[in-house]
């Protein structure tokens, strides 16, 4: 099926690479190319940490690979005091964060 569909685009005058590499940082998820988000999308890996009751941070996008790194997700601003952390911006309770009131 792929031979036939490159010889089809090449003689209809397009070559189609079927196995494109990923372009990373181009602003478009390319699944031909195996890519999960990109960095400057937000939206293409928000949803990703918050399924894992995490904030997305600019880490959770691979900026090479275009892959979701979920350990790029954050725990800080989740509401939580979590495990490393000495408080939460989004936990009123104390102690209270440097610069929250």
Known sequence: ??????????????????????DCGDGFIDLLAHEDCEPALLDSYADRCTELGRIAGPAACDPQTCRFAAEGCLTCGNGVIDPGEE?????????TCPGEG
Do not use: H, I, R, T
């Not at 408080?87 to 102690?95: A, K, R, Y």
């Open 1 to 22: 099926m792929g031979l036939l569909a490159a010889s089809l685009g090449a003689v209809a005058g397009c070559l189609v690479e079927l196995n494109p590499p990923a």
């Open 87 to 95: 408080c939460d911006p989004e936990d009123m309770s104390e102690p």
